[in-house]
């Protein structure tokens, strides 16, 4: 033993590792006994594909989207044309600018906060509630007494138009694949585009032969 210890103390340093690794090597491949050895995963577990409704009730859901888009649409430019009817109204021309101010500032600064919302509440729960705010904003619109009671009105109105606009493209996530989620995105924006084009000219019809309230209606 003293020999042959005394034989690697003399070789070089390189000779020495080559001798040593390999033993070193062939030491840490063994398996420890009684150590158990487990597969490896090299894929992950396949997760369960989500439900996306089909048929009629897809086609509803799609249809009521649509719908919230093309009242938001024509709030956004219907008092373009009604205007001079409603100054006339309420005799005074110092609010004009806030008819349509009103509700595209509400429509522009709460999206992000019902974002939020529909993000840690049930999304069925926020979207019907920013519906009844709508409808209290247009209720408000067509019933005003005063310049500054129609401007509340709109600022309600622009405030659930935020969470619908927001809520439309929540519900599409939910009941629309990833893969046709754009085409139906696209959809949505054409149908509000259509709507916004088309709302002076509502609006002016239903000023001239109903009145400028029924605008809200």
């Given amino acids: 033993m ?5 034989t690697r103390e003399e070789l070089p340093v390189e000779q020495q590792m080559s001798i040593l690794l390999p033993n070193l090597l062939d ?11 487990e597969p490896l995963r090299t894929q992950p577990a396949p997760s369960a594909e989500p439900k996306y409704p089909t048929g009629s009730k897809f086609w509803c859901t799609v249809l009521s989207l649509c719908v919230i888009m093309i ?53 069925k729960i926020v979207f019907l509630f920013t519906n009844v705010i709508f409808l209290v904003g247009s209720l408000l619109c067509a019933t005003a007494t005063s310049s500054t009671m129609f401007i509340v009105g709109r600022a309600v109105t622009g405030l659930g138009f935020s969470g ?17 989620r754009p085409v139906f995105a696209g959809l ?14 509502v609006g002016g019809a239903l000023t001239q032969f109903l009145g400028w309230r029924w605008c809200f209606w």
């Fill in 2 to 6: 003293a020999t042959t210890t005394a």
């Fill in 27 to 37: 030491q840490q491949r063994q398996p420890s006994p009684g150590a158990t050895s």
């Fill in 71 to 123: 009242l938001g649409g024509l709030d956004a430019n219907i008092v373009a044309t009604a205007v001079p009817s409603i100054t006339n109204h309420f005799r005074t021309v110092a609010d004009v600018g806030w008819y349509s101010s009103a509700f595209r500032l509400c429509t522009c600064a709460f999206q992000f906060g019902f974002a939020k919302l529909y993000k840690h509440f049930s999304i």
């Fill in 164 to 180: 619908g606009l927001a809520g439309c493209y929540a519900v599409i996530t939910h009941i629309i694949p990833l893969n046709k």
């Fill in 188 to 201: 949505m924006a054409c149908v509000e585009s259509l709507a916004i084009i088309s709302a002076p000219i």
